[in-house]
């Protein structure tokens, strides 16, 4: 069921532009016109297209998500990594590091970083990156902590190996299956902080997204459901889909459950 709703969210983000070639910002007709045959979905206040700024919003939305995972997962996996394999101080200062970002509260830590900085997409996503690394870092730590003492670690060592091979050779390519689902994950979490900086104003003016099209048309909810439904409904499912998406890869790659599965 996951895949099959990213599936539609990424056919919707990538053919949806050619199907549908309307500019989500040019007002196209009277305002708050109701979902029909002239505008699938409608139009908003000012007259624009509620369709149009799904699709573009969705090209939005899988864009910072990943973008902002993959830069999520960089950070966490090297003080995890780090703290993890070589332990003692440097496990001790890494891991202080991690709990000072930790105690923040991350959304108010995303909104700092916008506020402090001119608003735009790579702000976004550079503010999510350093308010949620906390939590990989954690679990690729511990995940370190017991896979540096398995034998091929102990012969990768008698074999002279150094300790940059052991990391990246050794060690993380057997914590990558609970990477690969942390990561799945945290797309969907990245996705929800996008939508709620921009649904307070702190989001991308020149971009549209979800999160912008029910911040501005929120006062409208009465008057035009449809302006802010449609686009909550468009975040609903995508995080559902990634989190369906990520329980299934935990299923498939945790070895733990394999084991069960096969006893």
């Known amino acids: 069921m996951g895949l099959v709703m990213m599936?539609?969210?990424?056919?919707?983000?990538?053919i949806g532009p050619v199907l549908y070639p309307v500019n989500p910002f040019e007002i196209q007709g009277k305002k708050f016109l109701s979902p029909g045959s002239s505008f699938p979905l409608g139009t908003d206040y000012l007259g624009r297209d509620v369709l149009a700024g799904i699709?573009?919003?969705?090209?939005t939305s899988l864009m910072v998500g990943i973008t902002a995972a993959v830069m999520m997962m960089t950070i966490g996996i090297f003080f995890g990594a780090l703290?993890?394999?070589h332990g003692g101080l440097i496990d001790d200062a890494l891991m202080r590091m991690?709990?000072?970002?930790?105690?923040?509260?991350s959304f108010i830590l995303a909104m700092v970083v916008v506020t402090l900085f001119q608003p735009s997409l790579w702000t976004i996503i550079v503010?999510?990156?350093?308010?949620?690394?906390t939590g990989t870092a954690r679990i690729l730590r511990a995940e370190f902590l017991s896979l540096r003492e398995r034998d091929f670690v102990t012969a990768s060592r008698a074999l002279g190996c150094r300790n940059t091979r052991i990391i990246l050779?050794?060690?993380?390519?057997?914590?990558?299956?609970?990477?690969i689902v942390n990561g799945s994950l945290g797309v969907g979490v990245a996705i929800l902080f996008e939508a709620g900086l921009s649904f307070l104003g702190l989001g991308d003016p020149n971009v549209m997204s979800w999160g912008y099209m029910i911040g501005s048309s929120r006062i409208y909810l009465r008057q035009a459901w449809w302006t802010v439904t449609f686009p909550g409904l468009a975040i609903f499912l995508t995080v559902l889909s990634l989190s369906l998406m990520g329980d299934w890869l935990n299923d498939l790659l945790n070895p733990k459950i394999k084991g069960r599965r096969q006893g």
């Not at 599936?7 to 990538?14: D, E, K, P, S």
């Open 7 to 14: 599936a539609v969210v990424l056919f919707t983000a990538f």
């Open 55 to 59: 699709i573009q919003g969705s090209r």
């Open 83 to 85: 703290a993890g394999f």
């Open 98 to 105: 991690t709990e000072f970002f930790q105690v923040i509260p």
């Open 127 to 133: 503010a999510i990156s350093v308010s949620t690394w």
């Open 169 to 179: 050779l050794g060690i993380l390519p057997n914590a990558l299956p609970l990477m």
